[in-house]
């Protein structure tokens, strides 16, 4: 049996909060359609046919729904990376998001022989990998649609459990990404040790 691993990113563009990739692992033959009728309501000539979407067409609830599935179905294996803002800082995003598409890749425990492996276009994993870049992959390759719901599905957890510890930020609202309401207070509160520096230096701290 060959396997795909799709692989997506979420928070490329935040101000604060770590860049978090997500990995899901299936056999070849899995059909995803089952999981997206979960979340396609039916029309009024019948049960409407699954859609595939990706982590930005759907609502929060319907993002949890999947999640769930991915997690307990028997067969799919799922990862995630998580690369913080100091990190970011010291080497940019781009080089970022890829030592956390390694890393979630490497959390699967498969070996490179028996996978192909599919990313959203501006990812890669080490040469070593057969794999696949593709430009808006997580509108088009279910595999890649399902990372795409895990990276943004964890990283909005883990965003929403900063929001006590860091409650003038509000990050439970916005998810550390560039709202009014987020620049209203760094600029009222200064930075954290979860901002991106480099990031808002260049947008709202001139």
């Known amino acids: 049996m060959r396997y795909l691993v799709g692989i997506d990113e979420a928070g490329r563009g935040a101000l604060a909060g770590p860049v978090c990739v997500g990995a899901v692992l299936y056999p070849e033959d899995f059909d995803w359609r089952e999981a997206f009728a979960?979340?396609?309501?039916?029309?009024?000539?019948?049960p409407g046919s699954p859609r595939l979407r990706d982590s930005k067409q759907l609502s929060a609830q319907q993002r949890?729904?999947?999640f769930d599935y991915i997690v307990d179905h028997g067969r799919?294996?799922?990862a995630f990376a998580l690369v913080d803002a100091a990190i970011i800082d010291a080497i940019g995003?781009?080089?970022?998001?890829?030592?956390?598409a390694a890393l979630a890749l490497s959390r699967l425990s498969v070996t490179p022989s028996r996978v192909h492996v599919l990313l959203d276009a501006g990812l890669s994993v080490p040469d070593?990998?057969?794999?696949?870049s593709i430009v808006r992959g997580d509108e088009q390759i279910p595999a890649i649609a399902f990372a795409s719901i895990v990276a943004k599905v964890t990283r909005d957890r883990f965003m929403e459990d900063l929001d006590g510890p860091y409650e003038p930020y509000?990050?439970?609202?916005h998810k550390g990404y560039?709202?009014?309401a987020h620049v209203r207070a760094i600029r009222g509160n200064g930075l954290t040790d979860l901002h991106r520096a480099s990031f808002c230096k260049g947008l709202i701290l001139r």
């Open 38 to 46: 979960l979340v396609t309501r039916p029309n009024r000539a019948g």
């Open 64 to 66: 949890e729904i999947l």
């Open 76 to 78: 799919l294996k799922h």
């Open 93 to 100: 995003i781009t080089h970022a998001a890829r030592e956390a």
């Open 128 to 132: 070593h990998w057969s794999q696949e």
């Open 170 to 173: 509000n990050f439970a609202q």
């Open 178 to 180: 560039g709202t009014q």
